[in-house]
């Protein structure tokens, strides 16, 4: 089970961490993502990281302003939004698989086995 959390209303420029808390058995030893969607578009990866944390990669729209990170003795990933933009407003959703793929799979929204339920994330002018 995944439960997303830290969403809000953000002005522009502003930040915010998104987390992502797993339960279970195997949580520690999953490969994790974030993907966004805005109304009216697709479900888009933000950002992925293997289970070890080893290996991270970022879609090109955020690279340099978003980070991942995980924390294994919790179970918790992390999305650190900076300078966000308007562009970012979504509903986020963080999704996990059992470990293993690459981080160029782990961009794929049908890699991931499990999904949580959204956290919504508005950037206001």
């Known amino acids: 089970q995944l439960q997303a959390y830290g969403g809000g209303l953000v002005q522009t420029g502003g930040s915010l961490r998104l987390s992502c808390a797993a339960s279970g058995r195997t949580s520690s030893l999953l490969d994790m993502g974030w993907f966004r969607q805005a109304p009216g578009k697709e479900r888009a990866f933000v950002a992925a990281?293997?289970?070890?944390?080893?290996?991270?990669g970022v879609a090109d729209s955020v690279k340099g302003r978003f980070t991942i990170s995980r924390d294994n003795a919790k179970n918790t990933v992390y999305l650190q939004m900076n300078s966000l933009k308007l562009e970012d407003t979504a509903v986020y959703y963080c999704?996990?698989?059992?470990?293993?793929?690459?981080?160029?799979?782990?961009?794929?929204?049908?890699?991931?086995?499990?999904w949580g339920q959204g956290t919504q994330v508005t950037v206001s002018s």
């Open positions: 999704a996990a698989k059992p470990y293993g793929s690459s981080v160029d799979v782990l961009q794929r929204t049908s890699a991931y086995d499990y």
């Open positions: 990281i293997t289970w070890s944390g080893g290996r991270t």
